[in-house]
């Protein structure tokens, strides 16, 4: 990686028609889930990088690693300018300054977020690869058509949650999985089969409970049950409910 504290890269002499393609950790269109795989991946605790957003043309992301999670934050054009948070920087350089000297970020859940290093766009790798020395002569029976690329789809996650019973109004911690439009619970992590999969389709709203003599609930209305979960700490809760209601927005416009 290089050196956190050279924040351009090498320009051309001719004036580029966008400012920021002279920020060495500006990463253009890299897409949200690509940012997240490279910051977890390559990244280390404070490790950011700066994107546009998806959300328009005068809209850009601040992507930043806080320990084993990626959280995004807008920033906005503004004509020549740029705000950020409560902040109005009028130049490039005054709001790449302000990351060079103060770079520290809150979330809307109170949680102090330390930018510690800009990730750079341009990455040197090892020219390493290895020989093939013979192909295989073993057969395995399948054609071109088997070979679908296949990836997880966008918005997964899997933690351990507090789950409150149906009938006996205890609380058991459980493992969940979020995969497509499925929200299944375990027993445990090892478990291969869910104890039950709540199909998201039928889902009519998630939202925080304060009804809970615990903190950190949230729960999902379901017309035959409404589900009671807790987190360990309000910044999971808000992540989960968040990523749950990103879910049901998806269904309801392929409705």
């Given at each position: ?116 290093c800009p990730y750079p766009r341009r990455v040197e790798e090892p020219s390493i690869y290895e020989s093939v020395r013979v192909h295989t002569a ?34 058991k911690t459980r493992w969940f999985t979020l995969n497509r439009n499925e929200l299944k619970y375990f027993k445990d992590k090892m478990f291969e ?63």
């Amino acid at each position: 990686m290089s050196d956190c504290s050279s924040l351009y890269s090498d320009c051309s002499s001719k004036e580029l028609e966008d400012e920021l393609e002279t920020l060495g950790w500006y990463h253009y269109d890299l897409s949200r889930h690509a940012t997240e795989a490279l910051l977890l991946s390559n990244g280390s605790d404070g490790s950011y990088l700066l994107r546009k957003s998806h959300e328009g043309p005068n809209f850009l992301a601040i992507s930043v690693r806080a320990k084993d999670s990626v959280k995004h934050f807008h920033v906005t054009r503004k004509g020549d300018g740029y705000s950020f948070g409560f902040n109005e920087f009028p130049t490039l350089r005054d709001f790449i300054e302000h990351f060079a000297n103060q770079p520290l970020l809150g979330s809307e859940t109170g949680t102090l977020i330390m930018l510690k290093c800009p990730y750079p766009r341009r990455v040197e790798e090892p020219s390493i690869y290895e020989s093939v020395r013979v192909h295989t002569a073993m057969q395995t029976g399948r054609t071109e058509n088997d070979l679908v690329a296949n990836a997880p789809s966008l918005g997964t996650k899997e933690g351990y949650l507090l789950k409150q019973g149906a009938i006996i109004k205890n609380w058991k911690t459980r493992w969940f999985t979020l995969n497509r439009n499925e929200l299944k619970y375990f027993k445990d992590k090892m478990f291969e089969e869910p104890i039950r999969i709540l199909d998201l389709t039928s889902c009519s709203a998630v939202q925080f409970d304060y009804s809970q003599e615990k903190v950190n609930c949230f729960c999902l209305v379901f017309p035959e049950r409404t589900f009671y979960l807790c987190a360990k700490t309000g910044v999971e809760a808000d992540e989960w409910i968040k990523i749950l209601r990103w879910k049901l927005s998806q269904i309801r416009k392929g409705r």
